[in-house]
């Protein structure tokens, strides 16, 4: 039996157990030879664009919505396609992102994942930078006012 690289990566531990020691179990994600390999080569790029890109202390997760997308653990949400970190939208207290399935809270995908409260307030420049603060909550733009201009 031998998995692709990309077999390991897309699959869960679970799933290559039950495959590797169950019979008739099957992946959720198999890569075919007919395959272009080379097709799929920016979300190498991405994923190493991305790891380099981490501050101190943050982490990632590959969005399970799409794999061209991948979320933080400090509330940045990066398109590992086009290397770039996607703009973001404070909605009251709440971190709101934008996929093609529709916005999607993404302080509550980092609380889910990491248990980690995002507070705007706390979030590094590197961080707040990519969020618009037009429909934050009043306490949110008073401080932005006084701390950030």
């Not at 390991?8 to 395959?35: C, K, V």
């Not at 969005?63 to 991948?70: C, G």
């Amino acid at each position: 039996m031998r998995l692709t690289e990309k077999e390991l990566i897309h699959n869960s531990g679970g799933d290559i157990w039950n495959y590797m020691f169950y019979d008739n179990a099957t992946l959720p994600y198999r890569q075919y030879e007919e395959e272009d390999v080379d097709l799929d080569d920016w979300y190498e790029d991405g994923l190493e664009w991305l790891s380099d890109e981490l501050l101190d202390g943050e982490v990632f997760e590959v969005m399970v919505e799409d794999s061209q997308y991948a979320i933080t653990s400090l509330g940045r949400h990066a398109n590992l396609k086009k290397k770039t970190f996607k703009a973001l939208t404070l909605q009251g207290n709440s971190i709101a992102g934008n996929l093609a399935g529709g916005a999607f809270s993404l302080s509550k995908k980092v609380k889910q994942r990491w248990n980690i409260d995002l507070d705007y307030t706390k979030l590094p420049y590197e961080v707040t930078q990519h969020i618009k603060t037009t429909n934050a909550a009043k306490h949110i733009k008073e401080w932005i006012e006084q701390n950030e201009q």
